[in-house]
T-cell receptor, first 114, second 111 residues
């Protein structure tokens, strides 16, 4: 059973296009996250939702828009893609009400913007 | 100063030896500390968490936390080639619900 799943696994697209990445978790967790990992492997949080409510919104261009239709899903839509958006995007989830906030990651989506 | 700092490596350790990975953090009020392992092309995987000062052991892994020195480490005993990966230190700060990751230490176990 896949705990945190993402689609697609690979995404190759042209500059200026709009694309979406989907994430689903079946762990019953309350909180979901989007991270960006650049070519130097630095993992940086972008957004976090708790029970469909946005709780973390880091300094991310407003071309990036997360959407949480329910607490098991968190999608990421990116408008007007730029070369610098090329990275691996990870979705993660955690049990928010648990004191210790351990996170479980999806397999990642490798986005390449040409 | 970065919020969570790690030596990027690579750290090369012979098989069977102890690998020692270190991490320092800047937020003195941080409460929760995690070590994630990431194989090349894969997602981070939680291997240890520690919340109070001292040592926490789980199999071949021992996490050590010293809040006064703002220092957390991971020891891997009897290192195996399968331990070769990037190890990410992650810290949950005092004022936010987010976890800050270090840039990772690349560990290589040589046979």
């Amino acid at each position: 059973d896949t705990a945190v799943s993402q689609t697609p696994k690979y995404l190759v697209t042209q500059m200026g296009n709009d694309k979406s990445i989907k994430c689903e978790q079946n762990l019953g967790h309350d909180t979901m996250y989007w991270y960006k990992q650049d070519s130097k492997k630095f993992l940086k949080i972008m957004f976090s939702y708790n029970n469909k409510e946005l709780i973390i919104n880091e300094t991310v261009p407003n071309r990036f828009s997360p959407k949480s239709p329910d607490k098991a899903h968190l999608n990421l839509h990116i408008n007007s893609l730029e070369l610098g958006d090329s990275a691996v995007y990870f979705c993660a989830s955690s049990q928010r009400l648990a004191e210790y906030n351990e996170q479980f990651f999806g397999p990642g989506t490798r986005l390449t913007v040409l | 100063q970065k919020e969570v700092e790690q030596n990027s490596g690579p750290l090369s350790v012979p098989e069977g030896a102890i690998a020692s990975l270190n991490c320092t953090y800047s937020d003195r009020g941080s409460q929760s500390f995690f070590w994630y392992r990431q194989y090349s092309g894969k997602s981070p995987e939680l291997i240890m968490s520690i919340y109070s000062n001292g040592d926490k052991e789980d199999g071949r892994f021992t996490a050590q936390l010293n809040k006064a020195s703002q220092y957390v480490s991971l020891l891997i005993r009897d290192s195996q080639p399968s331990d070769s990966a990037t190890y990410l230190c992650a810290v949950k700060g005092s004022s936010a619900s987010k976890i800050i990751f270090g840039s990772g230490t690349r560990l290589s176990i040589r046979p």
